[in-house]
Structure formats: structure tokens, C-alpha cells
């Protein structure tokens, strides 16, 4: 079978693997569609991202649906043909994090395509995966391109719920790629009620005010717009900061109401802030980081048609383009969600 | 200019009073439509509930719009021939509940339409209303009818509010009249993903199915399929009992998962409850009462289309047929929200 | 050795068993002092209390301490000689709630001296015992008995922690057995400014007095002092409800504040509540249930001299005096708690 | 009557002013002690700190307590001769945030001593001193002394409040002056179990032991007894960062626990921050800025014995010594609180 290995910035390649067999507790899976997730794209472009850097050749991918083909020993609630999406999200459920159900944080994960720690974790862009039944949460009824959706809806889903209750709040969310897009529908499934938009380009931008955000604005031309919410100390009670950037996360904290709460869910580097203003204005920014059974809520919400994120799927690749799928998934001026079509 | 006073149960008139002005802060408005609630059904079915009894005339009515005909001195962002929803809560704005923000828990509240305190607080039922500024909510793009609803939906947004955050959780919903319809379309807009509501009457289950639940129970002939959620400890994360019946309360402490949340917006009298299984599984009964800024959020909300409460407006009688939209209001077997339409 | 076990209500035989050794993760304890709780005392005098009932001969007892005696395979952390408190609690660590770290939810807990489930869970209180070594929190520097009081002091922490922070809070405690003088250490600590404690007996309110209360009110004799709390819609923010009495309970919703909370301990009946008037204030009963963590938080915060629980024990009896010491626990005009003395 | 007036700096000095009558709802006060805070000390050594400088001569001053001497029309609840603590905190109760109860952050503040706005706010270091009635909390039984440290006690107890229920936890403090030393009492009296704290000098960390932290770290020269504290990602449940140094917060952050709190109280100026640490930890990084009911709090504490700040008065000064006591408060090396005597 083959996967989509990358082996360094700009070499990526597709690999034969032998195919696995499920063991106990396991599923065998045929993959059917498997999204380009940031992180992915930091794999190929520069190696990795931070200290995370590529050591040895690593199957990316973390966003992966398929077909179940076979089941191991003991494993019941699924059937071969079901769709699943599969959780990359391994925690050891042994360590003091899980026995607290604080599983995000498990200090054993193993997740999906990261090439922290060492030896790297494997990822899952593979024709034929082999999972544990408990990481696959049953897809039927929706495309497998749905389906795939359901990681990066839950980093949303789980950085909404860190808000608090969002029922009738006013939201800013600051980088409009696929986090925040999923961020807009999250928080406006949660109840929000006024949600602005900000990035730096129309393609994005467009894909926010598609997912429902009430007034978007070009940072690059118009910060002026989003200045005017600064009046009386502000004005959104929740930031969902989605960028990663610096100047973002700083150009966001006059426009927030005091006593606000900061959603961070870019990774970037150090960033220089202004921690008086933060300090006055009692804001609070909380890290929000990966998920754990959220990725089954977002299943369940988008099954219910709760959620749909068939908009923000772009382009679809076949395997033996994944190059090709890289490339346009780097390019934010007209991809959203580039996935690949595994079968 | 014509008002509806109630006299003693069964004693409903319409009566005529002068028309007021409207004094500094305050406005003038002709009304356009009033919501009978459970309580204005009270009064006129029983002379009161529990403690709260007639003891004098006094016009009824709390959920209504109507048009600004006059504005006071000193009122600004509203302008004659507006439509707008008002709200019945006035707190004083002066006692230490006032002055900690708890404003439903005023000292000196004076609530449209109560028998309690004494001499008893008219309502707004009336041809014309002067009302302060600050009650009235714009409501532009709405019906007259659904911003009559503003303040029925703004009790079920109050008591979702206090339920926490309901992103992907269960949600059990005891007694499907206009509160508990209202609190499922509220529970679905922050997030809720399993909605179960049960009642008595086969109408109110049919809009219960209408506003979003997933399934609804009969509990006078199915009460075994609610009794199915019980296992392993329980199912529902959250429960909005709006009966006001004891057996609805305790029928449902099987079936929440412990550490659930009981929001209570049911008025009923005392009951008898198994205190001993709510402290085992630890679940929080917690009494929802009226509402305050939530008024202006459900407003928002219906602009928007992010709720829709049309369909649960199922009668609207004149002014001069008042005493028939209270008998049919009194029928929950054919009967949601009826309305009397002022002008 | 020797073990307490009871048989029916009254029948209490010191009976001989076997010494056991401990497996792999274990640890042998030579027991050192038993509590007598309100659990044991129903056992005693009455067989059981509500549904749960002795149906066989059942080892008493789940607060208790002890010298390490041998060390099962692979335990660290523990040594030979060593006081522990142990801790009644052992979850399955496989449930669902379990797997959601809400220990003390367990569907399979085997809490010691516990006639629910059937066959009943035996005791602890028996000359030596072999626990597993996460059962135990090494308790050097503490007496033996102090140690002892660490499971009833862990369920006072558990519900000092789910009333939210008390920090400068008023807080109100309904009945002064060891649980409610407990509470009273608990809330102090946690930063409650004034505390007011109620019984129906000098002895217990003297020994609140002493764990700190401000006030204390017999309810016999002076319920006007406790009714003078209840003007502009009350005082308190906190209620502890140790005494399971559903008239302790009603007495003191007109004395909380609106949006106040009521932790409830106390293990009655049912109880006839008014909830109309929980309801208008807004108020949450919350149930509170054992304890998990909390068994070393307290006693980490004995040890540091942080909390001080020796005046409350007022007997000790030794082990071939048990039935002499069950009779004087039951006596609450002279006993708080009341403990055995192993070895 | 003489007040402390800062003309820039290093320019303090004593001036006489007229003694003014109160109004109605007013007290007039003969002030008895004035604490010197970190901001007094900005002005006096720098003329400002940040973006806030002095353009104008300015009454320095806001910890202070004095005995009542006059009252005005319609003032109760309060006698001649009382001692008072005075709340700096006049927030306006009429603009938005004050209409939310949210009075720390009213649009419109004027606390004593403050350059911003222009014309500064007027501080309090003045012989006789008029205030409304509602800024003065009765003192009696304290000395004037500790009266006089109600003030940063206050703002000790917001941040406490604000890092939710410490029952049991860990917490670091960053910075032991005045505020880092509160923020240990405080921490304390909350329940928090095991306490650390860090500075730069021994003088500040001997006060922080005699407040009760368990350990005390000197950053300068046993940096590395912190970083012991990371192991396993991290210790401390909460950080009450109270140095305003961005390596203080910079460093706490990998010892800090998955999901922890920090409360930044020191006021620095911009901090370059590891926030991908902090997205990944998922830590929340809270701003807490002055008081408002907490003022109240910690003088009922104090009264109570529940607090005890004398030992962190180090120097008294008489009113004719003003400089020499900023002199002295400047010198962390052997001042903690210094503070004039006016009467």
C-alpha cells in the first residue's frame, strides 16, 4: 500500500508500506480522505516548525477518514464498510494526566504525523491504516471529505467550549484559514451572537463571511474598522486568536471588552505583548491545545446537519498528487481545506 | 384608549383609561401585539397562584411591541415609528442587588402584570403604553408577534445561560409549553447536540418536534422510554424542567448523568423530592427566575434568523376577542403562544 | 486478628479472620485507629438506612490509619513502619466515569463497609488489613487518630471545593456532627469570613464554637435568631447541609442569598422542599457526594498545622470495647467523634 | 493641614492646603496613617511609569486610614471618633461597566493619586481628609496601621478570587514585595496548600516565610530549585506573578501545571512571552487589576484574626519625615511597608 512520506522541506514522496493486520481492540481501515492540516504543511515547507524538526522520514497526515475492512479480536459497535473518522489523538491513558481526563495533555501521546518526540509518531496518510476501534467514531451520512473534517472541528469545538458559555457574545476571530473558519461555525453553533472576522486576504475573508461571520475586515486595508470597536474599552467579550501572529493577537487586545477571554490557538513563536493592557482590562488568554472528546461531538453535530463544513473543502487531490495537494494547500489566496482522495 | 383588567378569576374586561405621556427618558407607544403567559392565565383561570392573589383590578399583560408614537425628553436612538419589544422589568436600579447587577433580584422590582407586592403592579395590556427608553429593545425586521415573544425567549436564554455550556451536550426538557419549546430552540442554539422533550399532550410534543428536539416522549403512555436513559447512572448532562410538576422533577433524577444541572424554571408548589439520590449523584438544582439583559440578547438573536419563534405563535386574536384568546390560550392541546394584536 | 463486624441491628460480634498478605501494588497495614461515622451508626442501630440494607455479616469501619507492616511487590514511595491514613475509596479505574476522573462515580466502587452492592463490601476495621498503595497517604507528624480523620474531613473538602471559592463568603452550616464541625474547619480554611452554625444541641454547637463558627444558634430554642438572616432576601452565600433534616434545610432557604449555594452532605429521606421559592431566589442545591483527591489534600493540610481536627475527637475506646464505643458515638449530647483503638 | 504633594521627580514636598467641610453623604476624616505604595514610589523616583507621567503637582496617596471627625447630611452608620479604612476606589455607578457591577474598570474612575487622567486625581496624604461615606470601612480594633492595609490587601484578595477555589493547590508568587507578600497571606487564608515563592533579595524573602511560604527561592543565586518544579510538565496550580518582570513570568512558565492560572499583578511594561508554551500547556494568563468589594473583605478579615499584616510594617515615619520615607520604601533591601504617621 502506499503513504505520503516526507522526508525533508520539499521532499516529499509516495512510499509502499507494507499493509498491517489488526491486532486486539483494532480496526483495519481503507482510507478514503485525508485533509493537509498547518502542521503538515510546516513538515513540508520548512522541516518542521519551532524546535519540532524533522529527524528521519515521517508519514504525515492527521486528518484522515475511511473505510473499516476489517476487525480485530473483541472490538464491537463497528462493522466493516462502516465510514469512520479516525481520532489521531492517542493518549496513554496510564499517565497522571489521563487518570485526571486531562488526555490532551497525556506526557506519552502519540500523535498522529508529530515529529516530537523521537523516534517520530507515524502518521496516517496511508491507503490502509490500522487503528484502535476506540480512536473511530462512526461517519454515516456524511462524505468522507465530512468525515475527514472532524479533527480540525474539534481543535475548534475544544477552544470553544475553553470560552465559556458564548450565548448571545460577541466574538472576534483573528486568521480566517481552516481554524478559523471552524472557529466562526463553532462559535456560532455555541450561540454567539456578533462575530467579526479579520485576515489579511480576500480568499479567506470570503470563506468567513461564508461560514457566517457578520462583518469581516481586511487587516492589510481596513484596521481602522476594527480599531472603531476600541470605544469605551472595547467591545468583544471572546478573541478565538487563529493566526499565530504576533500583531494579531496585540491589534485584538484595545478591542476587547475588559474582563474578556483570549482563545490562542495559533502556534507561533515568542510574541512580544503588551502585558499592562492585559493586566487593566482583566483580559484572560487561555491556551487552547488539540482535543480529546470532541472529536466526537463533531461528528455527532455535523451528522445532525448542526454543522456543515462542505463549504470549506476546496479542492480534493488524488493520491499520486500530493505534491501537487501540498502545494495548493500552501497557497491561501484560494485553498481552504485542500484534502486527498486515498480511494 | 382600552386596556384588559382582570377583576377575579373568570372576571376579564376590557376597560377604558387615559392616555399617558411620556416624561423625560421615556416613550410612548401604541401597542401592537401582546403574548398571553401562564401567569396572565393564573389570574384569569385561578385569581392568582400559590401566595400571589388579586386583591384589586389590575391590567395584565407583560410580553408585548408596539410602535414608538412619542418620545419623552432626553431620549435618544430611538424614533417615532419604530418597532419595538418592551420589556416588563423594571428594577429600581438602586438596591444592593441593583447595585451588584443581580437586577432580577431587585428589592423594589416592578414587574409588569404582578399581583405581588401590594398595591399590585399594572401590566401592559393597553392600547398605549409610556414605557422608560431603556425597556424598549428595536426590533426592526421582526413581526410585531415574534418581538412579543422577546420576553418569554428571554426567561429560556437567562436559564440557558445558567445551565453552562451546552456545546455538544444532552438535554432533557420537562413540559413542552411556550417555556419549554422556547428553552429547546435556546438549547439548540448554544450547541446542545441530543434534545429529548417530554409532556402529556400530543400538540405541545408536535412543537417540541418542531423547535429542534430529537425526540419527544409521551409520558402519559411511554414513560418506559424515558425510564431507558437511566442506564449506567444516566444520560442527560442537563435538564430544563418547565412543567412545575413534581413528577416531572423527580422522573428525571434517573436519568440525569451525575454531576448534571437542573435548571428549574417550572413555578409549581411544594415538592416532595429523593434528596438522597441528588446529593449521590451530585447533581445541582438550580432555580432560573425571569431575566435581565437576556431580553435585548434574544432580540439580537431573532434579527438574525439565529432563532425563530413564528411557528410557536399559533393564535392572535383582536383586542375585543380577549376573552376568547385567554380561553383558548388556557387549552394546551391546541394552543402554543396566543396573541392578542392591539392595533 | 480481630474484626468488628455487624450482623443486625445490635448485634455487633469482635470476630477472628485470618491475616492476609499483600499482593503485587499492596501494601500490609497493622491497623492503628478506627473513626466511627454516621454510616457505621446506621449499620449499628438499625440494620442499614433508606433501601440499603445488611443482608449478611459485614466488616465495619472506612476511617482509619495504620503502621505499614510489609510492602507487596513493586510498591515504592511507602516504607515498613510508616503511619498512613488509607483511604476507604477504590474506584475501578475502567468505567466511564472513572475514565472521566469522577471517581467517586464509579459503577464499580468498592467503598469499605459498604452494604451496597450485594455481597456487601467489607470493612475496615480489623487488626491489619491489606490495602493497595494508592490507598494510602503517608501521615507522619500526625497522630494516629488525627490520621483517622482524614476520610471525613476529605468529603468536608470535596464540598468546600464544589461551593466555589469562599473567600470572604458568609456560610451557614446545618447540623454539628463530625460532619458539620468538619465543614466548619474546611470553610474557614478556605477563607469564608462568617460562619453561622445551627443544631438542636449544646454539646455539638459548642464544639462548632470551638472549630471556629462566629455563631451558633440552638434551633430548639432560639429559630428567631437564624429567621432575622432572611431580610433583603437573606445572608448567606453558602449553606452546608450536614443533618440530612429536610426542616433544617427548609429553614434555611428564606436566610440565603438570592443566587446563593447549598452544598448538601446530610443523607435523609426524601424531603418536601420548596421549590417555588429556590426557584424566584435563584438558588443552587448542590449534592455532594465523598470525596477523591480531597483524602490527600487533607492531609497535607493536617500535617502543615493548617487544619486542626484534635479537639473534635472526644473518645477513644479500645478494640474489645467496640460496642462501648458504638453506644457513646450514637450519644450526640456527648460524643463528636468517637474512635477504636486497634493496637 | 499639611499634605504630600510630588511636583516631579524627586521633588516631594509638605504643603499646607485648607481643610475642607463634607457634604452631604460625605465624612471628614483626620487622616492617621498613609501607606507608600510601589506607585507613589514611581512617581517620586521617576515622575511616572509607562505611558502615565506627571504634568501637574499631584497629592500623592491612596492606602490610608484615619478617625472620623465630622459627618455630613445624611450620613449613618458611621460616628465621630471611629477609626475608618478609606477605599481609593470612586468609580462613578453610573457608566456602563459600573451598571454591571464590573466598578474596577468604570469609564470614568478617580482614584486617589492617579496622573491619569488629566487634571490627576488627588491623593489622599493630607491631614484631614473629606471622602464619601461609602469609601470608609470601620476599622475598630485594628491599629491605624493596619487599617492603612486594606488598600493593597484588597487588591490582593481580587486576585485571589480571581484564580478560583485554592483549596489544596499549589501557587507560586513571583515578587515578594508588599503585594507578593499579601498574595501569600491571601493564597493562604484561601486554603492553598503548598507555597513557593521567588525574588531577587533576602530581605523581601524572609517576609515572604514569615507570611508562610513553605519555600523561598533567591532566583539570583538557586534559579535551578525552581526549574526542579518542571518535572513532568510542571507543579503550580496558580502564579500570583506580583513582580511586574517579565523573566519572573517567563520563568514560572514550565513549572507551571497543564491548565494552571496566573494572576498578573505586577505592572510591567511589554513582555516577550513564550506563548506557544503557554497555547500548549494550555495555561490561562489572567490580568488582575485593583478592587472593588474586596476592600471590605480583607478589613472584616483582619478584625477577625483571619489576616495578620503587622509584621510587614517595617518603618513608621512622622508627616515631616515624607521624604525620608520614600527614601526608605525605595530600598527593598530593608523596607516592606513603610508608612507616615499623620496624627
Not at 502519540?110 to 516530537?116: D, H, V
Not at 471529505?145 to 469545538?157: I, N, Q, S
Not at 470605544?231 to 478565538?240: I, Q
Not at 493566526?243 to 471588552?257: E, F, W, Y
Given at each position: 500500500?502506499?503513504?505520503?512520506?516526507?522526508?525533508?522541506?520539499?521532499?516529499?514522496?509516495?512510499?509502499?508500506?507494507?499493509?498491517?493486520?489488526?491486532?486486539?481492540?483494532?480496526?483495519?481501515i481503507?482510507?478514503?480522505?485525508?485533509?493537509?492540516?498547518?502542521s503538515?504543511?510546516?513538515?513540508?515547507?520548512?522541516?518542521?516548525?519551532?524546535?519540532?524538526r524533522?529527524?528521519?522520514?515521517?508519514?504525515?497526515?492527521?486528518?484522515?477518514s475511511?473505510?473499516?475492512?476489517?476487525?480485530?479480536?473483541?472490538v464491537?459497535?463497528?462493522?466493516?464498510?462502516?465510514?469512520?473518522?479516525?481520532s489521531?489523538?492517542?493518549?496513554?491513558?496510564?499517565?497522571?494526566?489521563?487518570r485526571?481526563?486531562?488526555?490532551?495533555?497525556?506526557?506519552n501521546m502519540?500523535?498522529?504525523?508529530?515529529?516530537?518526540p523521537?523516534?517520530?509518531?507515524?502518521?496516517?496518510?496511508?491507503?490502509?491504516?490500522?487503528?484502535?476501534?476506540s480512536?473511530?467514531?462512526?461517519?454515516?451520512?456524511?462524505?468522507?471529505?465530512?468525515?475527514?473534517?472532524?479533527?480540525?472541528?474539534?481543535?475548534?469545538?475544544?477552544?470553544t467550549?475553553?470560552?465559556?458559555?458564548?450565548?448571545?457574545?460577541?466574538?472576534?476571530?483573528?486568521?480566517c484559514?481552516p481554524?478559523?473558519?471552524?472557529?466562526i461555525?463553532?462559535a456560532?453553533?455555541?450561540?454567539?451572537?456578533?462575530?467579526?472576522?479579520?485576515?489579511?486576504?480576500?480568499?479567506?475573508?470570503?470563506?468567513a463571511?461564508?461560514?457566517?461571520?457578520?462583518?469581516?475586515?481586511?487587516?492589510?486595508?481596513?484596521?481602522?474598522?476594527l480599531?472603531?470597536?476600541?470605544?469605551?474599552?472595547?467591545?468583544?467579550?471572546?478573541?478565538?486568536?487563529c493566526?499565530?501572529?504576533?500583531?494579531?493577537?496585540?491589534?485584538?487586545?484595545?478591542?476587547?471588552?475588559p474582563?474578556?477571554?483570549?482563545?490562542?490557538?495559533g502556534?507561533?513563536?515568542?510574541m512580544?505583548?503588551?502585558?499592562?493592557?492585559?493586566?487593566?482590562?482583566?483580559?484572560?488568554?487561555?491556551?487552547?491545545?488539540r482535543?480529546?472528546?470532541?472529536?466526537?461531538?463533531?461528528?455527532?453535530l455535523?451528522?445532525?446537519g448542526?454543522?456543515?463544513?462542505?463549504p470549506?473543502?476546496?479542492?480534493?487531490?488524488?493520491?499520486?498528487?500530493?505534491?501537487?495537494?501540498?502545494?495548493?494547500?500552501?497557497?491561501?489566496?484560494?485553498?481552504?481545506?485542500?484534502?486527498?482522495?486515498?480511494?
Open positions: 500500500m502506499k503513504s505520503i512520506v516526507i522526508h525533508a522541506a520539499r521532499d516529499l514522496r509516495i512510499e509502499d508500506q507494507p499493509v498491517e493486520q489488526p491486532g486486539p481492540g483494532q480496526v483495519q481503507r482510507l478514503a480522505v485525508g485533509g493537509i492540516c498547518g503538515d504543511l510546516h513538515y513540508y515547507n520548512h522541516g518542521g516548525f519551532g524546535a519540532v524533522l529527524r528521519e522520514p515521517m508519514v504525515l497526515g492527521h486528518e484522515v475511511g473505510h473499516v475492512t476489517a476487525l480485530g479480536a473483541g464491537s459497535g463497528l462493522q466493516v464498510g462502516q465510514l469512520v473518522a479516525i489521531p489523538s492517542r493518549p496513554c491513558h496510564d499517565c497522571k494526566y489521563c485526571e481526563a486531562m488526555f490532551n495533555q497525556c506526557l502519540r500523535f498522529y504525523g508529530s515529529a516530537m523521537f523516534p517520530h509518531i507515524q502518521g496516517a496518510f496511508r491507503e490502509v491504516l490500522v487503528a484502535d476501534a480512536q473511530c467514531a462512526i461517519a454515516e451520512g456524511l462524505t468522507p471529505g465530512e468525515a475527514a473534517m472532524a479533527e480540525p472541528l474539534a481543535v475548534c469545538l475544544h477552544a467550549r475553553r470560552a465559556g458559555p458564548l450565548l448571545g457574545k460577541s466574538v472576534l476571530v483573528t486568521g484559514g481554524i478559523g473558519v471552524l472557529c461555525l463553532a456560532r453553533r455555541a450561540g454567539a451572537d456578533f462575530i467579526v472576522a479579520t485576515d489579511l486576504g480576500d480568499f479567506t475573508l470570503g470563506m463571511r461564508k461560514a457566517g461571520a457578520d462583518l469581516t475586515i481586511n487587516m492589510a486595508t481596513h484596521a481602522d474598522l480599531a472603531g470597536y476600541g470605544r469605551d474599552k472595547g467591545t468583544f467579550d471572546v478573541l478565538f486568536e493566526s499565530g501572529a504576533a500583531s494579531a493577537l496585540i491589534g485584538a487586545i484595545p478591542v476587547m471588552r474582563g474578556g477571554t483570549i482563545l490562542q490557538l502556534l507561533g513563536g515568542d512580544t505583548l503588551p502585558v499592562q493592557a492585559i493586566t487593566a482590562k482583566e483580559l484572560s488568554l487561555r491556551g487552547s491545545f482535543f480529546h472528546e470532541e472529536f466526537h461531538t463533531g461528528i455527532s455535523m451528522r445532525k448542526l454543522i456543515d463544513v462542505k470549506f473543502i476546496t479542492q480534493t487531490f488524488a493520491l499520486d498528487q500530493a505534491v501537487a495537494a501540498f502545494e495548493t494547500a500552501s497557497d491561501r489566496s484560494r485553498a481552504m481545506k485542500a484534502q486527498i482522495a486515498f480511494s
